[in-house]
Nanobody
């Protein structure tokens, strides 16, 4: 099993920036993603990165958020710029051992972090 530990998040102002981190142990993954879930909404995939470093973004965050990984492929980051109040949500990282393309559906991932709250005002 892969354990995912998230850090970062918290409160930010509109137009500001925050960064989330997700450490995978062991780093046996082929795709990692960030999902978010706002109040009364379903969990949605917003950014996916594969082991080769290629990324996919949902239109809602494209151009503002960046998903990246460290050289050891152990930690995946979500750098969030130009934050908007509608970015307020619980953010989760997710991993899967085998992936095709850029999965963005919750059931396509086996492993999940504990979640971290992001609040933008």
């Amino acid at each position: 099993d892969v354990q995912l530990v998230e850090s970062g998040g918290g409160s930010g102002q509109a137009g500001g920036s925050l960064r989330l981190s997700c450490e995978a142990s062991p780093n046996n993954w082929s795709c990692m993603a960030w999902f978010r879930q706002g109040p009364g909404t379903e969990r949605e995939g917003i950014a996916v990165v594969n082991r080769g470093g290629t990324a996919y973004y949902d239109d809602s965050v494209k151009g503002r958020f960046t998903i990246s990984q460290d050289s050891a492929q152990k930690t995946v980051y979500l750098t969030m710029n130009n934050l908007k109040p509608e970015d307020t949500a619980m953010y989760y990282c997710a991993a899967v051992a085998l992936c095709v393309g850029f999965p963005t559906v919750e059931r396509q991932y086996n492993y999940w972090g504990q979640g971290t709250q992001v609040t933008v005002s």
